[in-house]
């Protein structure tokens, strides 16, 4: 069981759109619309951004989106707001049933 | 309103035995499409999936970790436990629990909505 990949590391000046990656393999990201994005500040629990790919919890600004292609997921951060520092992991259930976190990725808001 | 909470020593020696206990309110593990996980994250890394149960008892453990892993859960208590033996250094993290929200039933298939504040565990000698 392999971590989800994504960029260690992503930045971009308020106003700004970024988009994370995060990929896996046919027998997680690919082959299930169960892929979640979770945000976590410093010293915090992670907080559900985004779940069954593209869908907001209530509360979740409409700046965030998310999107599936193939093995990769994608979380949009659009209208970057000194806020949305923090860090943001991917995850996804898998064919054994399991669930799988991503490296995790440094949102620097500039 | 779902809140979580663990609870546990915060130091434990090399080669003992770790239990955690997870108490929540606001929902109940006997209810249908609900889970809780537990979920570690050794200081300045990534997060790392370690377990789950289900309300009607299903069990998944990281595959990895399995050999030292035990979930159980106290309906009546609102309650679930965590064991892992052995514990190595290695182990130092900071363990949440998690309520899961189901809404694939076949596979058990949902997403972590509501987080505890997490324990920090410390393995040392």
């Known amino acids: 069981q392999s971590a989800l990949t994504q960029p260690a590391s992503v930045s971009g000046s308020p106003g700004q759109s970024i988009t994370i990656s995060c990929t896996g393999t046919?027998?997680?990201?690919?082959?299930?619309?169960?892929v979640s994005w979770y945000q976590q500040h410093p010293g915090k629990a992670p907080k559900l951004m985004i779940y069954?790919?593209?869908n907001r919890p209530s509360g979740v600004s409409n700046r965030f989106s998310g999107s599936k292609s193939g093995n990769t997921a994608s979380l949009t951060i659009s209208g970057l707001q000194a806020e949305d520092e923090a860090d943001y992991y991917c995850?996804?259930?898998?064919?054994?049933?399991?669930?799988?976190f991503g490296g995790g990725t440094k949102l620097t808001v500039l | 309103q779902i809140t979580l909470k663990e609870s546990g020593p915060t130091l434990v020696k090399p080669t003992q035995t770790l239990t955690l206990t997870c108490t929540f309110s606001?929902?109940?593990?006997?209810?249908?499409?609900?889970?809780v996980g537990w979920i570690r994250q050794p200081p300045g890394k990534a997060l790392e999936w370690l377990a789950l149960?289900?309300?009607?008892?299903?069990?998944r453990y990281r595959p990895s970790l399995k050999s030292r892993l035990t979930i159980t859960k106290d309906t009546s208590k609102n309650q679930v436990v965590l064991r892992m033996t052995n514990m190595d250094p290695v182990d130092t993290a900071t363990y949440y629990c998690?309520?899961?929200?189901?809404?694939?039933?076949?596979?058990?298939?949902?997403?972590?909505?509501?987080w505890g504040q997490g324990t920090l565990v410390t393995v040392s000698s």
């Open positions: 998690a309520h899961l929200t189901v809404t694939n039933w076949i596979g058990g298939l949902g997403q972590f909505d509501y």
């Open positions: 069954e790919v593209s």
């Open positions: 149960t289900y309300w009607d008892d299903d069990k």
């Open positions: 606001g929902f109940s593990l006997s209810t249908s499409a609900v889970g």
């Open positions: 046919s027998s997680d990201v690919g082959g299930y619309n169960y």
């Open positions: 995850s996804s259930f898998t064919s054994s049933s399991t669930v799988v």
